[in-house]
């Protein structure tokens, strides 16, 4: 079943991806245990998505920098409202982020990246998440595109994620390990399955409910310890 806002999503990569020269797109949408997994996204490789897809705010990466608003002043890698871009992503700007306090995990750029665009998707609360664009081409940005994204392309961002209800953001994370089988995260199932017995919704998952019963019986094995009864609920919601 294809939500609204998946919907909206796709239909924004797609048009950033053939106007713009970017070939890897993506929008995280932060979750209601402080998770910012990917909403949507285009373009990037099984194992980036495996490495990236579940970062956290409490993480010092670029991405939960800039939803969390910690972001440098003055740094002409940052604009004045929080995004941030470069033309040329090497180990110098990995270099210039940690002189200016910031510990980037490195990813984008073992993955060749060269120009990068991160920009805060906002509602009048605070960030909600965040608009990633990245190429192996260089120099593809200028102050112009910059200011177009954060203001024309996040404002179709943020219109989709604020359709998000809190049961689309878990079901993120299910859909996530159902389709990656990565189950051996922790915090996270603890996270979804303490939702989960209050939520039955979360588990409509009708593209994939076969393979994620499978993963969530496999995965309680991972939960040490379990409460009784907490263990009793989730295999109640598996079996009913």
């Avoid at 593809?140 to 994620?161: G, I, M, N, P, R």
């Amino acid at each position: 079943m294809v939500m609204d806002y998946e919907a909206e999503l796709k239909n924004l990569l797609n048009k950033i991806r053939k106007e713009c020269a970017f070939n890897a797109l993506a929008v995280r949408a932060l979750d209601p245990v402080g998770y910012i997994p990917y909403a949507a996204h285009q373009g990037l490789s099984p194992d980036f998505v495996d490495d990236e897809c579940f970062l956290g705010l409490k993480d010092d990466c670029i991405c939960a920098r800039i939803i969390r608003r910690e972001v440098p002043k003055g740094s002409s890698l940052f604009t004045e409202t929080g995004s941030f871009w470069c033309n040329f992503l090497c180990d110098k700007t990995v270099n210039e982020l940690e002189r200016l306090g910031m510990s980037p995990r490195g990813r984008c750029l073992q993955e060749g990246y060269k120009t990068l665009l991160v920009v805060p998707i906002s509602n009048c609360n605070g960030n909600i998440g965040s608009l990633w664009m990245a190429s192996h081409k260089e120099n593809l940005l200028t102050e112009e595109k910059v200011s177009w994204f954060e203001d024309t392309a996040v404002k179709q961002a943020q219109k989709a994620v604020k359709k998000m209800s809190d049961c689309d953001k878990y079901n993120l994370f299910a859909r996530f390990i159902a389709s990656t089988g990565n189950s051996n995260d922790r915090e996270n199932l603890t996270n979804y399955f303490k939702h989960l017995t209050h939520c039955p919704a979360c588990r409509e998952l009708s593209d994939c409910d076969l393979q994620f019963d499978r993963l969530i019986q496999e995965s309680l094995l991972f939960i040490e310890p379990a409460p009784s009864e907490l263990h009793s609920n989730i295999m109640q919601q598996i079996t009913s």
